[in-house]
């Protein structure tokens, strides 16, 4: 699931958005202080303006993608903007279908910038990259990065544990898909920070490092146990795994 930032006031146009957050985790705020772990930044020009341009070149250090939101339709605003660096100018009015289509391009695009990459620029990632628990990434990036954990582990000496959890809702599909994102904060609080998570369609993906098979198996049923205990109380909701020992391809084991 894809992070992305607004950096706004509470605007009507982002109702429709973050009312329906099945494709991404959304975080609104009003503080200029963006997280390296953002996937990509909307920076509202009517909340930020006349610090959108600072507010971009944050951005740019940070290597995340970042749009500017603005109702000035004006051709000369949207060249400004780009000349500053902002990777897309999104006018507004706009459907919240065409609105998640181009926040799906701005996460997918490279990061340009004129700075040369240096240990600075890592030294800011790592700055920015605080706080508990498992490391939520989007699912183009579980999957290159399972294959790099994957070639790790054939150097060392240490299992991990790959958990794909499963979700059935008597409510139907949305229903499900919002008790993704609960379980998902109970799985980011929960891990460790050395673990990595992802919600894919209508599941949830964990690599747990330096796990065997009992360690991952006390982990997943601790998740759900913690999820039912805040979430799922009426057990509307049932929550099923499939953990396999990565580089392992003929066994799992599966639990409720």
């Not at 919240?96 to 996460?107: C, F, G, P, S």
Request: with cysteine; proline share 3%.
């Amino acid at each position: 699931m894809k992070k992305v930032v607004i950096y706004s006031s509470d605007e009507e146009w982002m109702i429709p958005f973050i009312s329906s957050p099945d494709e991404f985790q959304i975080l609104v705020t009003g503080q200029p202080s963006f997280s390296g772990t953002a996937d990509c930044v909307l920076i509202s020009q009517s909340y930020a303006g006349n610090h959108c341009t600072e507010f971009i070149a944050q951005l740019k250090q940070l290597r995340i993608p970042c749009a500017v939101v603005t109702f000035d339709r004006n051709i000369d605003n949207q060249e400004y903007l780009l000349q500053c660096g902002a990777d897309d100018v999104i006018t507004l009015p706009i459907c919240t279908e065409l609105l998640k289509k181009r926040i799906h391009a701005l996460t997918d695009m490279p990061v340009h910038s004129d700075e040369e990459m240096t240990f600075t620029a890592f030294d800011r990632i790592m700055e920015s990259n605080q706080g508990n628990g498992s490391f939520i990434v989007a699912e183009h990036d579980f999957m290159n990065i399972y294959r790099f954990v994957s070639r790790l582990l054939e150097r060392l000496d240490q299992k991990a544990q790959m958990i794909i959890f499963n979700f059935a809702s008597e409510e139907g599909p949305f229903m499900e898909s919002d008790q993704i994102l609960h379980f998902l904060k109970i799985v980011q609080t929960t891990l460790r920070r050395g673990d990595i998570s992802c919600a894919y369609a209508r599941q949830v993906l964990v690599i747990l490092m330096g796990a065997d098979e009992d360690g991952g198996n006390g982990v997943a049923k601790r998740v759900i146990s913690t999820f039912d205990a805040h979430y799922n109380m009426d057990e509307s909701c049932q929550v099923t795994y499939q953990m396999r020992e990565i580089n392992k391809v003929s066994e799992f084991h599966s639990e409720k």
